[in-house]
């Protein structure tokens, strides 16, 4: 892959003429996907992908060109130049762009991990036994990821990665359901099935008859898995500075009125773990640690280049769309062996569901209760609960509602394949809120 | 396009059928946004999805090796695949699950692409965004257009061969006004519903200004609107909050392979059992839901599915009784549920699944004037901006961008950060009043997001202003 991501910029930036500015940003996968029902194979096939986006700069005026790339160089190369042909001509038609972001000789980066994945081939007799008797749902995704960057300036970075991921759902007769996700990048058979024969008994615990709770206020710990879908929503209409800028975001408060978080919240951008690449789209490095909420209190937001430029800025090497690639949320004091009696009575909740916005600028976020959440009673977990949704600002629980963060934290993988694989992950504990509002 | 048929002849692999199915798509989108360019980016994918029946078991392989070799070594290694599938297959399948087809289908447009230039493009994207930007109080104004053109063509070893073409068109416009920690953002049918299988005939300069001036005003109207208030009461809907409401309590609860169990791990299940389908009263009497690939103009309209069946028109829910579910070949055989053409993939990357394509309301007898004047007090609410519902499909909540209280029969006065609830089933149930002909209006999303691996497809909704009694509705903070 890396060879035609070469070969086709060389062509590329040979080609141009003077005040010509290219940037060139590369997607690749080499996936295997295997869709599981009921411990049977529903789907599987494989997916060999890649594509290149071309940006052409000329007299403050851009476009740009995405297109899929072949094995073919030859092709390639044909497309490449028919593509920077077009691209010439329109941009000649364009207003010129204020805010455009040029590109920079910073640097080149190399960062290649090849690692020791399951073949293909050898994959459906190593995961399907371990799950044969239990109604296991999921979907293994493996196999070879690749980004790439370069400017005609002169930036060259490349990231090359293997990894795999089972992301399942474990359903008992009563339809309660226990998540599991077992990821990594080296295979490991005996790891792998005793994750499963933990599934297994955790699912046990799901087949007392699920209680209906009311709605109203409840103490709830909620585990490091709900807790990283409750960040993920700061990537959108979160703490992206043009979503502050333009009136879109629920942090626009701690902006303007000075709003606090718990001091017990702290979140940081931290590249430290190497499983994303730091460089973005534009071929920018990012800091390796970015602290964004410190203690509660709003230190930095995602600044793009593109936003830097927009509203006088410094830039911090966001992603254009400035959400969080690699977040971190601080841990706390509590043990895992706290959690039943700090709560003593109230809720725990293991994920959340379809989460959105229902009112942005309040930090208002409306979802759902899903797989094994319990109801606690005096310290002890007593059922499994039905389903309920609840709606309540991220000010209230991570706010004043914040009452402990987990001591342990773990690593949540990023595993959606909406285009492609996903390479982001993030780190975060639980946590414990005293009052959390369930509404049906 | 290339020569399909080469390839599919130059396969050698001992398999019980082979499908090829190749997809060129070209998503051009430019955006202006506060009087700047933000984009003018086009995006070319093209490849071949190759997918073979070994052993009863379906395998695929996506492929942007258009060569003989490489599509003939991805048909290769999907047949291994299948092989070593078979043993554990959800359903063993014969070559009936993919029935040949010959035929061909193309959007109505009398403009293509090119007719309109991106100078052009962006001139009239600028201009829409002073009409968004009445006021200093607008912070943000953006107005997008999305132009999709997409290609398709199936072949089999069984004898189908189906050529698509596509032309799709997306436009948005888009105004948040701020005073303060007070936001409000009013856009241009909400959710990028805006979008059809439709030529650039569609860009009316005058209408699209008119329509920036409007959202522009509302958007501003919002920030001295009264909060919605809290309460049980009556409910009108317009067809751009419908859109949401069909697709998300109707459309995905429907789909058969969702309630055969496929997406336990990701969208959910569902409140349906496959013996529901003929016997559940989804929603009052009044209620008649059509799968309907065949309308000029909507936004998933097709002539056949991705598995190579024809589409048809074919009613879902007649009078509230759930008739048929949103299943394709492959569903149909597993569940023995009578189905429709839906099994459809986002691109030539992924495998077809059961998908919704437009699912519409069909029209009542009811003015717009009928169905206000008919409410003593209740709220009327346009353009969804939240939604979120459970993995059952039965507990939901979504919220819209502009409401009107509505007291004897009138609009009193517009209402901000309008939100209600309920529960699919008793929320349909309570379905009292369908608007007619002259209230109908159509919509679709391009960003419905299902499957594993992940797919986002176009989906269409059509529906008439509609009147729900007994709904809980609220506001924000």
Redesign the interface.
């Known amino acids: 892959m890396r060879d035609l991501f070469n070969k086709c910029t060389e062509n590329l930036f040979n080609s141009l003429t003077d005040g010509e500015i290219l940037k060139v940003t590369f997607y690749g996968e080499d996936s295997q996907f295997i869709r599981i029902n009921n411990a049977k194979i529903r789907q599987s096939g494989y997916v060999e992908d890649a594509d290149i986006t071309v940006t052409l700069i000329k007299d403050s005026k851009t476009c740009s060109r995405t297109f899929t790339i072949t094995n073919n160089k030859e092709d390639n190369q044909n497309i490449s130049l028919n593509v920077l042909n077009e691209m010439r001509s329109e941009v000649r038609q364009l207003p010129k762009d204020k805010y455009i972001v040029e590109p920079q000789k910073t640097g080149s980066t190399e960062d290649v991990s090849h690692c020791d994945l399951l073949p293909h081939d050898e994959v459906i007799d190593a995961l399907l036994p371990v799950m044969q008797g239990v109604d296991l749902v999921g979907i293994w995704a493996s196999g070879r990821m690749y980004r790439g960057s370069a400017n005609s300036l002169g930036l060259n970075h490349w990231f090359e990665t293997d990894s795999y991921s089972l992301d399942y759902s474990l359903v008992t007769p009563n339809h309660q359901m226990v998540k599991g996700t077992f990821s990594g990048r080296e295979w490991n058979q005996k790891k792998y099935e005793d994750y499963i024969n933990n599934s297994k008994k955790k699912s046990e615990l799901l087949n007392r008859k699920p209680v209906k709770v009311s709605p109203g206020e409840y103490r709830v710990w909620f585990e490091p898995a709900a807790v990283s879908d409750f960040i993920g929503m700061f990537s959108w209409n979160g703490l992206s500075e043009a979503s502050i800028q333009q009136g879109c975001s629920g942090f626009g408060k701690m902006r303007s009125s000075n709003e606090l978080l718990s001091p017990k919240f702290t979140l940081v951008e931290d590249f430290g773990s190497g499983l994303v690449p730091r460089f973005n789209s534009e071929g920018e490095v990012a800091p390796e640690s970015l602290v964004l909420i410190n203690d509660g209190k709003l230190k930095n937001t995602m600044v793009s280049s593109r936003t830097a430029a927009e509203y006088g800025l410094n830039s911090n090497m966001a992603e254009n769309g400035e959400y969080l690639r690699s977040p971190r949320m601080e841990k706390g004091t509590l043990s895992h062996q706290e959690v039943l009696t700090s709560v003593d009575n109230g809720l725990f909740i293991s994920n959340v569901h379809y989460l959105n916005w229902s009112d942005n600028p309040s930090g208002r976020i409306t979802g759902l209760t899903r797989y094994a959440c319990f109801q606690i009673e005096n310290g002890e977990i007593t059922s499994p609960i039905q389903t309920m949704r609840f709606d309540d600002t991220f000010y209230r629980f991570f706010g004043n509602e914040l009452e402990a963060v987990g001591k342990n934290s773990y690593m949540i993988p990023d595993v959606s394949t909406y285009f492609r694989r996903s390479m982001g992950v993030m780190d975060c504990p639980g946590i414990l809120v005293n009052s959390f509002t369930l509404t049906l | 396009m290339i020569d399909l048929n080469s390839k599919l002849s130059a396969i050698d692999v001992p398999v019980e059928w082979v499908g090829l199915r190749e997809v060129c798509e070209t998503t051009t989108t430019r955006m202006i946004r506060d009087g700047?360019?933000e984009y003018?980016?086009?995006?070319?994918?093209?490849?071949v999805m190759v997918e073979v029946l070994k052993n009863g078991?379906?395998?695929?392989?996506?492929?942007?090796?258009?060569?003989a070799k490489?599509i003939s070594d991805?048909a290769k290694?999907?047949a291994?695949?299948?092989e070593?599938?078979a043993p554990?297959?959800?359903h063993r399948f014969d070559s009936d699950v993919r029935p040949p087809y010959d035929g061909n289908y193309r959007s109505p447009y009398k403009k293509d692409r090119k007719s309109i230039?991106?100078?052009e493009l962006?001139e009239l994207l600028?201009k829409c965004n002073r009409e968004l930007k009445i006021s200093d109080k607008i912070?943000?104004a953006s107005s997008l257009c999305v132009i999709v053109e997409s290609d398709h063509h199936f072949i089999s070893s069984n004898g189908s061969d189906i050529s698509q073409e596509f032309l799709l068109l997306e436009f948005d416009l888009r105004a948040?006004?701020?005073d303060?920690?007070?936001?409000q953002?009013r856009t241009f049918g909400g959710m990028r519903g805006n979008c059809f299988q439709i030529g650039l005939e569609y860009f009316d300069e005058l209408e699209m200004l008119a329509h920036a001036n409007r959202i522009g005003e509302q958007a501003l109207e919002l920030l001295t609107a009264e909060e919605c208030p809290n309460e049980s009461t009556d409910l009108i809907l317009a067809s751009d909050q419908m859109m949401l409401q069909i697709h998300e309590s109707i459309g995905h609860a429907i789909e058969v392979d969702r309630i055969?169990?496929?997406e336990?791990?990701?969208a959910?299940?569902s409140f349906v059992n496959l013996e529901d389908f003929g016997t559940l009263r989804y929603g009052s009497s009044i209620m008649n839901v059509t799968f309907d690939p065949t309308v000029s103009n909507q936004f998933a309209s097709y002539g056949y599915d991705d598995g190579g069946l024809k589409a048809d028109k074919q009613f879902l829910i007649k009078d509230g009784i759930l008739v048929r579910g949103l299943g394709g070949m492959e569903s149909q055989i597993r569940s023995g549920v009578p189905g429709v053409a839906n099994f459809r993939a986002s691109s030539w990357?992924?495998?077809p699944i059961d998908r919704m394509a437009n699912i519409n309301l069909e029209p009542g007898d009811c003015t717009f004037d009928e169905l206000v004047g008919s409410v003593e007090r209740g709220v009327y609410m346009e353009s969804n901006r939240?939604?979120?519902?459970?993995?059952?499909r039965?507990?939901f909540?979504f919220?819209c961008e502009y409401a009107k209280l509505i007291e004897n029969g009138k609009f009193t006065q517009t209402l901000k950060?309008p939100?209600y609830?309920g529960?699919s089933n008793s929320f349909w149930n309570n379905l009292k009043k369908v608007g007619d002909k002259s209230t109908f209006g159509v919509y679709g999303t391009p960003n419905c997001?299902k499957g594993?691996?992940?797919?986002?497809i176009r989906v269409g909704h059509a529906s008439p202003v509609c009147l729900f009694n007994n709904v809980d509705i609220f506001g924000?903070?």
């Not at chain 2, 003018?40 to 490849?47: K, L, Q």
């Not at chain 2, 303060?180 to 936001?183: F, I, R, V």
């Not at chain 2, 939240?386 to 059952?392: G, T, V």
Request: proline share 2%.
């Open positions: 700047n360019p003018n980016d086009s995006s070319t994918t093209h490849g078991q379906i395998a695929y392989y996506g492929t942007k090796n258009l060569s490489g991805a290694k999907a291994k695949l299948a070593l599938s554990y297959a959800a230039d991106a100078g962006n600028l912070v943000s948040t006004a701020q303060g920690n007070n936001m953002t055969l169990g496929d336990r791990n990701y959910g299940w990357n992924r495998a939240s939604w979120s519902i459970d993995d059952y039965n507990k909540q919220g950060n939100n609830r529960i997001g594993e691996p992940n797919q986002v924000g903070a």
